[in-house]
């Protein structure tokens, strides 16, 4: 059965620390990725890696950064963090299919930043 | 204009009603068409994919893709109030072969 996980479903941090949000999946997928979902605003690409070590900005990738060291393991970083990334963080894995990329969600992280 | 679009809600259907949930896309090229639901607080879930054009059935759930119109469309037979939730549209567009690009939602109410 396809998994993903997330590291935390609820985390509460303070301005200006730094976070991690980790992502790992079991299904051998080259693709992950983070989203953040925020009400009425859906939701929006952060960055997305495509194969070890490789990345590319999604939509919004101000504010974050990503690292991926094993093909399984994608993880998020807030450098700084900030009242304005208070939102739902998921992470999502799929094949490289051109076609056939249905994406596969973890659980999410609902991140505070007070 | 957006990527794609979904008229957010709420849909109120009774129990035991068909649901229909509609979506529109801007790109052309696009090949690739799912429906997640998502409950409140969740992640979301795939529940159907849809490639070609014409309807795709999987239990109480029927896609229907029309390329031409630019437009997918997920039918619920039999509506339960367990299917009430968000569902979102997601369509893979031209050239961004790994990349999806979801609708905000549509959110459905069963009422018993």
């Known amino acids: 059965d396809v998994k993903v996980t997330q590291s935390s479903r609820y985390l509460v941090k303070r301005t200006g620390e730094k976070v991690f949000l980790e992502c790992v999946q079991d299904?051998?997928?080259?693709?992950m990725f983070w989203y953040r979902q925020d009400p009425g605003l859906g939701l929006r690409l952060i960055y997305f890696?495509?194969?070890?070590?490789?990345?590319e900005k999604g939509d919004i990738p101000e504010g974050y950064s990503v690292s991926r060291e094993k093909k399984e393991r994608f993880s998020l970083i807030l450098e700084s963090a900030s009242t304005n990334q208070t939102s739902m963080y998921l992470c999502?894995?799929?094949?490289?299919?051109?076609?056939?990329?249905?994406?596969?969600f973890g659980p999410g992280t609902r991140l505070t930043v007070l | 204009q957006k990527e794609v679009e979904q008229n957010s809600g709420p849909l109120s259907v009774p129990e035991g009603a068909i649901a229909s949930l509609n979506c529109t896309y801007s790109?052309?090229?696009?090949?690739?068409f799912f429906w997640y639901r998502q409950y409140s607080g969740k992640s979301p879930e795939l529940i159907m994919s849809?490639?070609?054009?014409g309807d795709k059935e999987d239990g109480r759930f029927t896609a229907q893709l029309n390329k031409a119109s630019q437009y997918v469309s997920l039918l619920i037979r039999d509506s339960q109030p367990s299917d009430s939730a968000t569902y979102l549209c997601?369509?893979?567009?031209?050239?961004?072969?790994?990349?999806?690009?979801f609708g905000t939602g549509t959110k459905l109410q069963v009422i018993p």
């Open positions: 999502a894995s799929s094949l490289p299919s051109g076609t056939y990329n249905e994406q596969f």
């Open positions: 299904m051998d997928h080259e693709n």
């Open positions: 890696s495509y194969d070890v070590k490789m990345k």
């Open positions: 790109d052309r090229g696009s090949q690739s």
């Open positions: 849809i490639y070609s054009n």
């Open positions: 997601a369509v893979t567009p031209s050239g961004g072969y790994q990349k999806v690009t």
